[in-house]
């Protein structure tokens, strides 16, 4: 998920109700270090290879929900 205003309030939301791991992207670096501090336990570009990096971190899976 994106990591502007929209995304962080969607982070917190997923943590609060339970969800083991959150993945958030962007394309800037500063909503990248915010979505780690509002709770994303990883945080990466956009303009990286999405499905492989959610592979790598999340036990050779892909993401359960995107929101877009």
Known sequence: LGSGVSGILHIQLAKLRG????FATDINEYRLKMAKKFGADEAFYASEDVPSKLMELND???ADIVIV
């Not at 969800?19 to 959150?22: G, L």
């Open 60 to 62: 050779h899976r892909l």
């Open 19 to 22: 969800v083991a791991k959150v």
